[in-house]
């Protein structure tokens, strides 16, 4: 059985950030942001189901579903947001399960789940949660510098997500990403080694 470690954090709590070092340090990553990208990209595996429950107008020209629009009916509309999830969740799952039998070559996998605290589904699927974490304030600043949304609407995102603290107490190992790029991947190094020897361990290949 592959040692799976479920990485998660807030909106730019750093995230990619984290998993693309542990993917340079040789650990296998699956991200479910990128499953899902991928699923509703043009021709992806959930666009057929997307059309008929919220019909042609969330799907653009290029055959992706409609991103920007989705984001504001699931925002405004619960029930919506319900359905899409029914929708998408277990073909995400899904697609998991696969990229994580398929790296079994692989030390250990980086399993990247944004939302892995409040869907509760993953919880039981990792070995370990691992929670990247920063103020607040430093989330805003960085998504506003990376995405050019303004402040207020990075605001009301993180009010959608689980608190910090939430996080927090549901983690096993936390990266504190308060500090900068290098910061984060001395952490990150710490990590993997710890990681290799558990997933060592839990294999039996002491
Ligand atoms: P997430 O995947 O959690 O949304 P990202 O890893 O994309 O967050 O980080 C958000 C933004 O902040 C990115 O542009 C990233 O390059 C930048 N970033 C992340 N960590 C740091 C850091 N420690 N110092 C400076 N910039 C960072």
Same mark, same amino acid.
């Given at each position: ?23 340079? !340090?040789?650990? #296998? ?8 990208? *991928? %699923?509703?990209? &043009?021709?992806?595996? $959930?666009? +057929? ?23 504001? !009916?699931?925002? #405004? ?8 999830? *029914? %929708?998408?969740? &277990?073909?995400?799952? $899904?697609? +998991? ?110």
């Amino acid at each position: 059985m592959t040692f799976v470690v479920g990485l998660t954090g807030g909106i730019g709590s750093g995230k990619s950030a984290a998993a693309e070092h542990f993917a340079r !340090l040789g650990a #296998a990553v699956v991200d479910t942001d990128a499953i899902a990208h *991928a %699923l509703t990209g &043009p021709g992806g595996a $959930a666009i +057929a189901a997307v059309r008929a429950q919220f019909g042609d107008a969330m799907i653009r020209a290029d055959g992706a579903m409609d991103r920007a629009k989705m984001r504001a !009916l699931v925002f #405004a509309d619960p029930q919506a947001k319900k359905r899409l999830e *029914a %929708l998408l969740h &277990p073909m995400i799952r $899904a697609e +998991a399960e696969r990229r994580i039998a398929a790296a079994r070559d692989a030390p250990y996998v980086v399993l990247v789940v944004p939302l892995l605290v409040e869907s509760g589904h993953y919880r039981e699927r990792v070995e370990r949660v691992l929670v990247v974490d920063c103020p607040e304030s430093l989330q805003v600043a960085r998504v506003v510098a990376r995405s050019g949304l303004a402040p207020a609407d990075v605001e009301a995102i993180i009010r959608n997500q689980a608190t910090r603290a939430a996080r927090l107490a549901a983690a096993d190992d936390v990266i504190d990403n308060s500090g900068d790029l290098a910061a984060l991947h001395k952490q990150v190094e710490e990590l993997h080694a710890r990681y290799l020897a558990l997933a060592r361990r839990s294999s039996g290949d002491l």
